[in-house]
């Protein structure tokens, strides 16, 4: 579902002489939909005249700025940001203004953010806003007035009465459903709350406009005597979960206690503790006899703020995948469908942490220990070989076309379900461009399936270089030698271990260690796994094609990697051989040898 909200708006000038009361609000652009939208409603204070003024360029300024502040800002900072540049420059106008006895100009404000899963409010004054969620209004904003000895209200707070201004900020979750009002005091001051949603929901699916027409009528009914303004936004789709909204969450959200079997939380029932590796938990939980795998941190990791993020950094990549797959065509959903694990959104959650669906099934680490375990069988036949590569090559085309690097390839996250198709498990170390700087600099993935570039192999000065999507078909490479070999092309590798590439032999062809592979599969697993990173496939979908035209049109084998290539060291380890051989030739001949 795409990102849809519906706006009404209604202002009348009631018995006053002229409405100062401004309010506005703007839809994204198609290519902007990830911003969202943003309304504000203000309440200009005169002072000879200005009042409509202050209101107008206040609702202006943020409405149309919004959408020119960096992407990566935080709602309530980019907010913030628009707010205090224009009240600062308010201010100083009503200096002027006053030295010059031109009148000056104050306004109340109150803005509404929705963008991905998350409303964000800004509130300055008297101005009002509300939400109505399946029948119940929730006011969200606190007047800032006094009562005056005159028995009327004083405002405390209002934009250009000075330099700085104090602004109340508040965040929530946005529903599908949900109905937001900003109006100003002329409104609410004259309608009780308990009136507000039987004016919205006097008719079935009342469209904004006459929601915001009926509650401005209603207040100049109830005898308002000042202007009146009211905004309506309702929530009829939502984008996926902005990566903003599940930082927020990661930020508010506590984590959950160590669980046990049998307890409860959000209505899922604890059936089994899956795996604990220190930094996440996973359980297998059921609700409405529905099973799935809930996600979240270790309990001791509860206040590390780097683990959360990245495990928000997950959540928003697989909420990322999961649409995307949702949302494909269903003529390429035969070739794409199902490669990922789909991500369930939780509604007022009361914890962080992750909800995928549950797969019955089992990981080709687990497939390869039970051949391992049958002594007769240590390999997996060709074809079923076959099968799976081309499954989850196609996965990791539609991870490297969206910029996503897995960087964790290996059989312990290749799962085949029970409906047969196989899934990449495990995005919590895959790099996106927005990934947190942690994530980012953080030497990911089993060494052994790690391409020699990370290790600073034949690298200047062998600095490690960062890993990119040619990192991920490496480990398939090693994959792919592994099924049908049982073996790892360069052995087990411990971290950092330089010295197991530089000393490598070239690699055995699978088809030596068993007769029954085709020539032009040891060529492309050779290519798949070569030292020299310019001999290896530099796309997922040349490494399909390869594997598509099989025995019709064979790579050429790949050549070997010389021996100067592999260690430039390798001359100067011989001149000291040959230097030492000599020496020692020497040395017999002065102390043995007769004169």
Known sequence: MTFSVEIGYASRTGKRSHNEDFAGALLPEPSEIRRGCIAAVADGVSTGGRGREAAMTSVTTVVRDYFCVPDNWDTTVALDRLIATHNSWLASQNRRREQEENGSGLTTLTALVLRGHTWTLAHVGDTRAYLLRDGVLTQLTTDHVRDSIQMKQVLMRALGLDDRVLVDYSQGELQIGDVFLLMTDGVHGSLKNKHIPLLIDKQPNQPAQAASEALVDAALDAGSSDNCTALVLRVNGLNTEDL?????????????????????????????????????????????????????????????????????????????????????????????????????????????????????????????????????????????????????????????????????????????????????????????????????????????????????????????????????????????YQMLTGRLPYGDVLPYQVGRYTSAKAVTPPSRIRPDVPIWLDHVALKAVSLDKNQRFETAEEFLLAVERGAARPLTAPPPVPLLQRDATVIWKIGFGVSLFINVLLIYWVLFLPR
Not at 277 to 305: F, M, P, S, W
């Open 244 to 480: 903003l909204d599940a930082q927020r969450r990661a930020k508010q959200l506590p984590i959950p206690k160590a669980l046990r079997v049998g307890d409860v939380l959000d209505g899922f029932v604890v059936t089994e503790a899956v795996a604990n590796n220190g930094i996440n938990v996973v359980y297998q939980v059921e609700k409405e006899k529905q099973r799935y795998a809930l996600k979240t941190l270790h309990a001791l990791r509860a206040n590390d703020a780097e683990e959360r993020a990245m495990l928000a950094h997950e959540a928003w990549l697989s909420e990322r995948l999961t649409q995307t797959e949702i949302n494909t065509p269903v003529s390429v959903l035969e070739k794409n469908k199902n490669r990922f694990v789909h991500l369930h959104h939780v509604p007022d959650a009361s914890a962080f942490y992750l909800l995928y669906e549950w797969l019955d099934g089992e990981t080709l680490e687990r497939l390869l220990d039970q051949r391992r375990e049958q002594k007769t069988v240590i390999t997996m036949p060709v074809p079923e070989v076959l099968e799976i590569l081309v499954q989850v090559i196609r996965g990791l085309g539609l991870l490297h076309r969206q910029g996503i690097i897995h960087r964790d390839i290996k059989p312990a996250n290749l799962h085949r379900s029970v409906d047969g198709c196989w899934r990449i498990l495990d995005m919590g170390v895959a790099l996106t461009g927005k990934e947190p700087e942690a994530m980012r600099l953080l030497h990911a993935g089993t060494p052994s399936y790690i391409n020699p570039e990370q290790w600073g192999y034949r690298q200047p000065n062998d600095e490690p270089q960062a890993a990119d999507t040619q990192s991920d078909l490496f480990a398939l490479g090693v994959v792919l």
